[in-house]
């Protein structure tokens, strides 16, 4: 088959939140088909109407095409195989139960619950796994007619052939073979009329021309059943590659219990979807390159037989590392709007500070703080700033503030002055500035942020430093002591 005919689908049941492992299933299957040239689509599966929830199917098409997953084909697109909500098709559905059951393929099944249920337990207790014993398979067609004049509720199950064998070649596993003798009978229909997932899935694959499925080892026993069913009804059935799953940090599959995050959740929290993307692309299949990769790259890049088969850890610091990677790579207007900074500065110096900031900074809230360091009131300091203040002594910030007043406002200016009068030099000559000035004793290169300050900012913040190193008094009452900032904005410092 040639790469320009794969078509790939993402199939999600919209009852919650798009979370990270059904975004990777997401993003390979968008992989895989691109880089073959090929197209993607999206299909809403719905037929769970206990658990649909209308509002997660918008929502997670909105995350989609946050993360660039856009689809080719599906809601809101078309594409020639409409429609792609599940819960809509019931009636294509229905023609394909009535041909099942005309061949004699599936048939309907009155069992209730409490007797599978019965049925279950006495397997279990003889050491043999549960599976429908083909009760309702044995009754004439007078017995089945009987029961349906009398109302009594029908599942349908597809009849299962007896003594044989499934094969498939899986992607990431190979060669499989399944028993049919060990599937046992099941559910296609559900007893209030709508699809099952094991019938709807495989169907609308085959029909709407899917060729390569991408999803998590945990569906690797549904695809001899969906394989017998698209035998039944001489369809084709795609390539199926199961992947393996990726867990939490208590080895469970990964959930919002045990560290996952939902997609919007992480948009909320800052993140920058080419971090998300290049991390989740990254679970579970290697890339020989170690940079960040746009979704183009990722998916010329991508290849099903480097996926792994062995279940994979949610590592969020690893995915801290491609947020680093991604607020570095982006441009500055982008990253301004990210950070939110405008209201915190005054006009005319955003930019500044996006570039003065931007390599100590993932995430907004972060930038925010540091615009409010440079062009706030004087910031509170930390522990480690408060020893490095003491620890520097009066009569350094006096010093300091003498050459801030006298002009000396400018970092590299203020750091010459310093050098010559307190014969200072190294840690000790700069870290009570940064300590004084900024509040932190780490953070962006000092010299950007103090030439944004102004000069009466920095007088300010000296004095403070001054008293706290004389008194041994914190910062915040030092603080109150000196007053609040003039106000001072960039275009009154001096150069």
């Not at 990722?298 to 850890?313: G, I, K, W």
């Not at 009066?394 to 010093?399: G, V």
């Not at 014969?423 to 962006?444: D, H, I, Q, Y």
Request: net charge negative; charged share 25%; aromatic share 8%.
């Amino acid at each position: 088959m040639t790469n320009h005919r794969i078509k790939t689908r993402f199939a999600p049941s919209p009852t919650g939140a798009l979370h990270l492992g059904n975004v990777r299933t997401a993003l390979f299957s968008a992989l895989r088909a691109w880089g073959g040239g090929g197209h993607f689509l999206l299909r809403i599966e719905d037929t769970d109407r206990e658990r649909y929830r209308p509002e997660a199917a918008d929502a997670l098409m909105r995350d989609l095409r946050w993360l660039g997953l856009e689809w080719q084909e599906g809601p809101g697109v078309g594409g020639g195989h409409e429609p792609y909500r599940q819960f809509e098709r019931a009636e294509i559905y229905a023609r394909y139960y009535r041909e099942l059951e005309r061949s004699g393929a599936a048939y309907p099944c009155f069992c209730t619950e409490r007797e599978l249920e019965m049925n279950r337990r006495v397997q279990r207790a003889a050491g043999r796994p549960p599976r429908y014993p083909g009760t309702c398979a044995r009754l004439s067609a007078e017995e089945v007619e009987r029961k349906r004049a009398a109302g009594v509720p029908a599942t349908l199950r597809f009849r299962v052939p007896a003594n044989s064998e499934v094969r498939f070649t899986d992607g990431v596993h190979g060669e499989q073979r399944f028993r049919t003798d060990d599937l046992g009978d099941f559910i296609i229909r559900r007893a209030d009329g709508t699809a099952a997932y094991l019938f709807a899935n495989a169907l609308d694959d085959a029909l709407m021309g899917v060729t390569d499925v991408l999803r998590g080892d945990d569906h690797l026993t549904n695809t001899p059943r969906q394989l017998l069913l698209l035998q039944a009804l001489e369809l084709p059935a795609p390539r199926y590659t199961h992947m393996g799953l990726i867990l939490g940090d208590d080895g469970a599959p990964l959930s919002k219990r045990n560290g996952s995050r939902s997609v919007a959740d992480l948009e909320q929290a800052g993140y920058l979807p080419e971090a998300v993307l290049n991390y989740l692309a990254r679970i579970g299949h290697t890339y020989e390159s170690e940079q960040l990769l746009s979704l183009e790259a990722l998916a010329q890049a991508f290849a099903p037989e480097r996926l792994s088969a062995a279940p994979s850890r949610f590592d969020p610091q690893h995915l801290l590392h491609w947020q680093e990677e991604a607020v570095q790579a982006a441009d500055g207007a982008r990253l301004r709007a990210w950070m939110g900074i405008d209201a915190l500065v005054p006009p005319g110096y955003a930019d500044e500070v996006v570039g003065a900031i931007r390599g100590n900074v993932r995430f907004p809230e972060e930038a925010r703080d540091w615009a409010t360091r440079i062009f706030g009131p004087p910031p509170p300091l930390d522990e480690a700033a408060q020893q490095a203040v003491q620890g520097a002594g009066a009569s350094y910030f006096t010093a300091a503030a003498a050459a801030a007043r006298e002009g000396y406002n400018r970092y590299r200016g203020l750091i010459e002055v310093l050098q010559a009068r307190l014969e200072v030099k190294g840690k000790r000559l700069f870290m009570p500035l940064r300590a004084a000035l900024t509040g932190r004793c780490s953070g962006p290169e000092l010299q950007p942020v103090v030439d944004l300050m102004g000069s009466e900012r920095i007088v300010e913040r000296l004095e403070r430093a001054a008293e706290m190193a004389a008194t041994g008094e914190t910062g915040d009452k030092a603080g109150a002591k000196t007053g609040e900032t003039t106000g001072e904005t960039p275009d009154q410092r001096e150069r």
